[in-house]
């Protein structure tokens, strides 16, 4: 009963978003206050509504209903209770069903919280939601209902892939898909925006917070799942330029982007239809990543490899609205044009610049992405982009946008005095030199763009730190209350700062655990010793124990440096009971300076039975990839709560008597 309440409130949620997608723009056209003012109830039920099917389907996996095919084919009833409740998005029909559920939040909170939104606009920006709505529901309920029936249900279910059944998918996919659909709504704001012919500073200064809510989470999503890779796939990297992170990165370049484009049409009305374009493409590019990872183009650990005739209806999909937003956009565009006029050397020209690496990037990866799956459907034959390719053109512009990231926060808008900045920043300039120069002299062997990227690395973090100091005056050395001043900062700014130094220490990260890695594999038994950097490991033996759904061989590693014990690391494989399947669980002595990356495994060859294969990695720096994803992560949120941002406030109105009187907007 409980699956067809779910299913029967998917199908009310459908009707109710076409409703939404007509009525309220259609009362703009017509200038009916009761139908503009329905978007916002339409929006709110509609929401209520795909909650009762999430909650539905949620209790289905809880009390193993398997009765529902979902269930079956994704859970089993020896598994724990956690792995249970994430198993209801960890499949595809399940993950589409979240997928809708954060989409109609979205338009449940701008409905809620967009009071301070000119209400025609607001109304535009919910019908263009609505049909976004219409489009995922109905692709859900025809070609992936995940309330499906089957009969007679099995004693038990197949289970969930086991490398998923860990703590990070909690967390991930709903991360991801804030950040993915939380560009809907940006997207909807810009077509609102062309439908009106008017994108003004204030209409940037409504749809900014929708952008750092959606960057933020995506940011967080995407460096959680590099983490999650990184211990629990056992292959010791954090990211493989595998074609589903891409996809997920893609949106993320171009967001990066499009947050920076708003900030100058917020601040000088300028680059209106830059933003538009950019909001229009990094929601086109967050479907584009649907549609690969849904279509059974790939097979991958974290694709849905589905059958190709839902991949055709999300390319349906696709194509209408990059097709119908771009022709929009086509026609629209050249009114949109205007704003302040800015030098060459100013505020506008770096964060330009910065959007034209940044897109530039993107379009690499695009290209590095498709072109496989392109040659592959027109010639047959089958090649491989890899992390080759795509670390030779990516890296030379990501270190050019890291270096010029540093100069941005010096420059003023409109027209900035170069001859000043370089004199205040040329002792940081002389000092990263400095730094590249040391690192140079301490890893002669290089790679150059590793021994560049330290330096770019020191460069942003000093200039980064030196800005916001020179800002509450600590370079004056004026003390006196310097803790109001800090308080007194706009938290954007403070923000900006924080997610700056971020990127300083991720790129310290990248560059230390992919340039200078070392691995050591060797076959071992009890007492058998291998050495890794400075470390000497010596290796235990492996004991078997019960886990709730598996069986687990852990070995024990003793780990010494310079004769001095450090520390036990318990390396496991674990056999998973209902599928058969095996994983390999890492075990992490982590420290700010390197990780030691220690995984077990059985020898293929008989020849060496009895004996283990033990893998040791050194990753050099790797923590700062995570601790500066915190930092970005920190200060997108603490940008968020900027004043100057908020989307509106709920008011309490007066009761007044129904009427049922239709009243029309005469003017706008």
Sequence with gaps: MIPELGQFSL??????????????????????????????????????????????????????????????????????LLYKIVGTWGNHEGSILLWVLILVSFGGALSLFGSNIPITLRARVLSVQGWICVGFISFMLFTSNPFERTFPPPLNGND?????????????????????????????????????????????????PWILISWTSLSAGIALGAWWAYYELGWGGWWFWDPVENVSFMPWLVGTALLHSAIVTEKRGAFK??????????FSLSLLGTFIVRSGLLTSVHSFAVDPERGIYILILLALSIGGSLLLFAYRAPSLEGGGLFSPISRE?????????????????????????????????KISVGPPFFNISFTPIGLMLGSTMAIGP????????????????????FVSLGVSLFVWYLKTSGPVFAI?????????????????????????????????????????ANGMTIAHLGMSFIILGVV???????????????????????????????????????????????????????????????????????TTESAIRQSLAGDLYVTISEPANNKFKGKWVLRLIYEPLVNFIWLGASFLALGGIISITDRRYKVGRIYRYRRTKPTNKVVRLENF
């Design 11 to 80: 199908i009310l949620a459908l009707l109710i978003a076409i409703v939404q997608s007509i009525l309220p723009i259609a009362g703009v056209a017509r200038k009916n206050s009761i139908w503009i003012n329905s978007a916002k109830y339409l929006a709110l039920l509609q929401f209520w509504l795909v909650l009762i099917a999430f909650m539905a389907l949620m209790r289905s996996y809880i009390v193993s209903d398997f009765t529902v095919t979902n269930v079956v084919n994704n859970s089993h009833s020896n598994k724990p």
């Design 160 to 208: 969930l892939n086991p490398l998923l059944q860990d703590i990070g998918l909690a967390i991930h996919p709903p991360l991801l898909y804030v950040g993915y659909v939380g560009f809907s709504l940006v997207f909807s704001f810009a077509i609102a925006a062309l439908l009106e012919g008017e994108v003004s500073s204030a209409w940037a200064r409504w749809v900014r």
């Design 273 to 282: 239809a830059w933003t538009v374009l950019l909001a229009i493409l990094t």
């Design 349 to 381: 020209s770096g964060l330009l610049l910065n959007n034209l690496f940044l897109t530039t990037s993107a379009a690499i990866v695009l290209f590095g992405t498709l072109y496989p799956l392109f040659l592959e459907g027109i010639t047959g034959e």
């Design 410 to 429: 010096y420059l003023k808008w409109k027209k900035a005095d170069i001859a000043g900045i370089l004199s205040r920043i040329k002792f940081l300039i």
């Design 452 to 492: 560049v990227g330290v330096g770019v690395s020191f460069w942003l973090f000093t200039a980064t730190l030196f800005e916001w100091m020179d800002r509450v005056k600590l370079i004056n050395k004026d003390y006196s209350d310097i803790f109001k001043r800090i308080r007194s900062q706009p938290r954007s």
């Design 512 to 582: 230390g655990s992919s340039a200078w890695k070392e691995e050591v594999i060797g076959f071992v038994e009890k007492g058998s010793q291998l050495q890794v950097a400075s470390f000497l490991v010596t290796f235990g033996g492996v004991s078997l124990y019960q886990g709730p759904n598996y069986n687990s061989e852990k070995a024990t590693v003793k780990v010494e440096k310079d004769n001095r014990f450090l520390e036990n690391l318990y390396p496991e494989r674990r056999l998973y009971l209902a599928t058969g399947t095996s």
